[in-house]
T-cell receptor, first 117, second 116 residues
Framework: DAGVTQSPTHLIKTRGQQVTLRCSPK?????VSWYQQALGQGPQFIFQ???????QRGNFPDRFSGHQFPNYSSELNVNALLLGDSALYLC????????????????FGPGTRLTVL | AQKVTQAQTEISVVEKEDVTLDCVYE???????LFWYKQPPSGELVFLIR??????QNEISGRYSWNFQKSTSSFNFTITASQVVDSAVYFC?????????????FGKGTKLTVNP
């Protein structure tokens, strides 16, 4: 059973460029959340997708956008990259619709390390 | 607003010592969930435990134990007889339970180094 996978593993971009990160959820999961983890900090919630819609969003500018596909995989897009966008981007998946469970454990992927020069 | 504070930035112990990682949280919700995650150098967050706000029973899993005290808004994590493989960054996190929201609010983490 494959866990959460993310691609690419590492990425180097320059200021002003655009980047797309990809995530495939754990088998059977229908919800994907994205987090940004700056060096030495805890992860910060960017947004969450369920049924191809953004369910909730953290305190991130509109330069950060996302998409969820019918197969539940997801993309995170960041436009007009800034030096401060350099971070580890983590994807987490869970099963939102599990009957009888108010909350389900989130499984995290290995992350994509983005460096903006 | 929700907030998680892990006051210990770094802890260093010698193998076989017991170590406790502190976590203090703030929330206005009456129903919420608390978590601990482990992040080894590889970067992937590994789930350790989830506790809901109505269950204050302490939990033990092998060498790991957790102490949840609502009166002090704390959810501390103890590793007994630490091992070198326990070296990692440990994060405490909080989530509201309303509407099935799964947004996790993390603390800044505690880096644990276990020396042989």
């Amino acid at each position: 059973d494959a866990g959460v996978t993310q691609s690419p593993t590492h990425l180097i971009k320059t200021r002003g460029q655009q980047v797309t990160l990809r995530c495939s959820p754990k088998s059977g999961h229908d919800t994907v959340s994205w987090y940004q983890q700056a060096l030495g900090q805890g992860p910060q919630f960017i947004f969450q997708y369920y049924e191809e819609e953004e369910r909730q969003r953290g305190n991130f500018p509109d330069r950060f956008s996302g998409h969820q596909f019918p197969n539940y995989s997801s993309e995170l897009n960041v436009n007009a990259l800034l030096l401060g966008d350099s971070a580890l981007y983590l994807c987490a998946s869970s099963l939102l619709g599990l009957a009888g469970e108010l909350y389900n454990e989130q499984f995290f992927g290995p992350g994509t390390r983005l460096t903006v020069l | 607003a929700q907030k998680v504070t892990q006051a210990q930035t770094e802890i260093s112990v010698v193998e076989k010592e017991d170590v406790t990682l502190d976590c203090v949280y703030e929330t206005r919700d009456t129903t919420y969930y608390l978590f601990w995650y482990k992040q080894p150098p590889s970067g992937e967050l590994v789930f350790l435990i989830r506790r809901n706000s109505f269950d204050e029973q302490n939990e033990i899993s092998g060498r790991y134990s957790w102490n949840f005290q609502k009166s002090t808004s704390s959810f501390n994590f103890t590793i007994t007889a630490s091992q070198v493989v326990d070296s990692a960054v440990y994060f405490c996190a909080l989530s509201e339970a309303q509407g099935g929201s799964e947004k996790l609010v993390f603390g800044k983490g505690t880096k644990l180094t276990v020396n042989p």
